[in-house]
């Protein structure tokens, strides 16, 4: 399965820094839950497990969606925009997608004139990840 992979690789246009912005979408209703990041590494380890990973930055690692939180992202399939830095990953989301506790990350809306928060929480963020103790 590495040569296919590699195929795809080549075809993505990862930035200077070697990432590529990625859309997490739920599958079958097109809800879109977050955005994220991608190295390589994180495209080959999400269509080699089929479940997605992304590139976390401020902790400078890899990070399964979910491997903390139990809030699991399986990958449906991948998507390249047409100019090929962007990716969208058409996903089975678990529970919620946001450290917050939402379903989305995209829970503030812009109206009247003010950020309106239109999703509240389905789960308290200490649940997702409880203190490490």
């Known amino acids: 399965m590495k040569e296919p992979i590699d ?10 820094d070697g990432l590529v912005p990625a859309i997490a979408q739920q599958h079958d209703t097109g809800e879109v839950l977050m955005m994220a990041w991608m190295n390589r590494e994180a495209v080959r380890a999400s269509l080699t497990e089929g479940r997605a990973c992304y590139w976390s930055r401020s902790r400078a690692t ?6 903390t939180s139990g809030q699991v992202q399986l990958l449906r399939e991948l998507r390249l925009d047409c100019d090929g830095d962007a990716v969208l990953l058409l996903v089975d989301q678990t529970g919620v997608a ?3 506790g939402r379903r989305s990350c995209f829970f503030r809306a812009w109206r009247n004139d ?10 308290a963020p200490g649940a997702l990840y409880p203190e490490k103790g």
């Not at 003010?114 to 789960?123: D, G, K, S």
């Open 7 to 16: 195929r795809a690789l080549k075809e993505i246009k990862f930035g200077p």
């Open 62 to 67: 890899l990070w399964r969606k979910g491997e």
């Open 98 to 100: 946001c450290h917050t």
């Open 114 to 123: 003010r950020w309106a928060i239109i999703a509240e929480p389905q789960i």
